[in-house]
């Protein structure tokens, strides 16, 4: 565990930070890797689309992100958009033009201020959102980690597109399916990621500056070198797909020849603009989300600036989409592996996209040998701390109004999507806090024959029903007290319930009496106030 410190004294000891941010920028780096290639296969894109991506996603947006610890790039849950729009528009040189210009409606949104949006979602649905995705991992990597890799590494959707199998289905048939290269190669991985996170590792003057996953790495490497040189068959097979496939460049002119460029006349087509408008919709979406997510899971509790961090995707966009790369949103799965990692500033971002520009351009062969069963290893170590059982025990003790839509967003997003689960914990959660305010935003007290209505906090259209529900609840013969001293603002269909009630109360006996009840509108017109100066209605 890495001390919390707190975040002002960053500055005051960058050596500190240095020393933090390479090794969890190189344990993003793996983990990016394979995510970045395998959203561009999905998205039926140009597998160096992805790597172009994830460079300026780590490097650019890295520079420019509101946030210290959120982690750009290629985003699967922008995959299915992506491929509908290359085919849509017919050629990903016309995509290109969809990414610049998504860009260029991000850079507006933050300008526009839009960044708060990600605050009207309820923590109980972040969290909720950050346990699913420890989950989805877990189960997305099961199958990687026995040797069954038919589909890619970055998969986060249930039914899953290449196959026509589901999550649980692919973990069954991988059970049955077992490759034992990759068991061992898994077995051993994991035991050394446990023995990292021992405190005898984490004392040791030496082993501590190693990190676990770059040893995990070299280890996979070498067993299964090994198992190549002295058996016939048992080693995994890069034509087999369980290798990492990065496409290799033998010069640097070969390098850039990978680089593809948008086509100009795809934006005079009107539905460029649609897609673009899309992408930048969702993609915002994603990364408020993501971003809003970073802050439960730093240990030093920073507060990002949404609207810089739109501003940020918004360039990174604009850059990707310039020289052929993906769409770029902030990523959870990055963001957690760096925070896992014990990535402290922004500079861990940059250098996993450095490292991936430096790989492609250097050892994109040796990359080529490592096993997707000690990256999906690493994988597994974050989602296991991404989906702790300390934190559904937490949950559980703040009572169902936070527990329910915490499981409800985890089994949506488990059982469909990222996206597609988010909104259905929306609007459980939304519920679950309307129905939470409806309750604290009035209370009714009596004695004898004297019954006390007092408005707690400000009231909106959306505490009508229960408002009606306590008038209902006012006996016959009685005096009643309705105080509006601690509300700020009513709404006017709050006025026009009382004031029905009033009329009725007459032919029941009532005697209503208000207290500061007058019309507290932002402004208040003169011609809209009635009753007296006391607030007596």
């Known amino acids: 565990m890495h001390v919390k410190q707190n975040p002002l004294e960053f500055q005051n000891h960058p050596i500190e930070n240095l020393k933090a941010d390479i090794p969890a920028g190189l344990v993003v780096f793996l983990v990016a890797l394979p995510l970045c290639l395998g959203i561009a296969l999905a998205s039926g894109a140009p597998l160096f689309s992805g790597i172009i991506a994830g460079i300026v996603g780590g490097v650019l947006v890295g520079m420019l992100s509101g946030s210290e610890v959120s982690v750009s790039g290629p985003a699967a849950g922008l995959a299915v958009i992506v491929a509908s729009s290359i ?3 017919g050629a990903f040189e016309t995509f290109l033009a969809v990414v610049v210009l998504a860009g260029i409606f991000q850079v507006i949104f933050g300008m526009l201020k839009f960044g708060g949006i990600g605050d009207f979602v309820p923590v109980c649905v972040i969290k909720g959102m950050l346990a699913a995705i420890g989950i989805v991992i877990i189960l997305k990597q099961i199958p990687h980690a026995l040797g069954r890799d038919d589909d890619y590494i970055g998969d986060f959707e249930f039914l899953q597109k290449v196959n026509g ?6 973990i069954i048939h991988s059970v049955f399916s077992l490759n034992g290269e990759a068991v061992i190669i898994t077995v051993v991985s994991l035991i050394i990621l446990l023995a990292w996170e021992r405190p005898w590792v984490k004392n040791n003057p030496f082993l501590r500056y190693i990190p676990g996953p770059l040893l995990v790495v070299a280890i996979g490497i070498a067993l299964n070198e090994s198992f190549r040189v002295f058996f016939q068959n048992f080693y995994l097979k890069a034509e087999d797909g369980h290798l990492v496939q990065l496409p290799v460049s033998n010069n640097v002119s070969n390098f850039f020849g990978h680089f593809t460029f948008p086509s100009l006349s795809a934006f005079t087509n009107h539905k ?4 673009a408008v899309t992408i930048a919709v969702v993609g915002s979406l994603e990364t408020l989300l993501s971003v809003e997510a970073s802050e439960k899971i730093d240990p030093y509790k920073r507060i990002a600036d949404t609207n810089r961090e739109l501003l940020a995707q918004g360039v990174g966009n604009i850059a990707s989409g310039l020289v052929g790369g993906l769409p770029i949103t902030s990523v959870v799965v990055r963001t957690s592996a760096n925070v896992a990692a014990g990535g402290r500033t922004r500079l861990s971002s940059i250098v996993h996209g450095a490292l991936l520009l430096i790989a492609v351009l250097l050892v994109p062969t040796l990359l080529n040998r490592i096993p997707l ?9 974050v989602g296991y701390k ?4 300390k934190l559904f025990k937490d949950m559980y003790r703040q009572g169902g109004e936070q527990f329910i839509p915490f499981i ?3 089994l949506a997003i488990v059982f469909t999507d990222l996206l597609m689960g988010i909104g259905i914990g ?4 939304l519920f679950f806090v309307i129905r939470a305010n409806h309750h604290a935003a009035l209370t009714v007290v009596n004695q004898d024959n004297y019954y006390l209505l007092r408005f707690n906090k400000d009231l909106s259209f959306f505490n009508k029903s229960v408002l009606k529900d306590h008038l209902l609840e006012i006996p016959d013969n009685v005096h009643l007290i309705i105080d509006g001293t601690k509300a700020m603002y009513i709404d006017h269909d709050i006025y026009e319930v009382i004031e029905e009630f009033q009329a009725a109360a007459k032919y029941r006996n009532i005697t209503v009496e208000t207290k500061h009840l007058f019309y507290k509108t932002p ?13 007596v209605i």
Do not use: H
Not at 165 to 170: K, M, P, V, Y
Not at 386 to 389: G, I, K, M, N, S
């Open 408 to 410: 409800i967003t985890i």
């Open 426 to 429: 929306m609007v459980f959660g």
């Open 523 to 535: 402004p208040p017109p003169r011609w809209a106030r009635f009753g007296r100066s006391n607030g």
């Open 386 to 389: 991404l989906a702790q059982v």
């Open 373 to 381: 069963a000690c990256l999906a290893s690493i994988l597994l170590m």
């Open 165 to 170: 199998d589901n999550t649980f289905g692919a």
């Open 272 to 275: 460029v603009y649609l897609a």
């Open 87 to 89: 085919q849509k528009l």
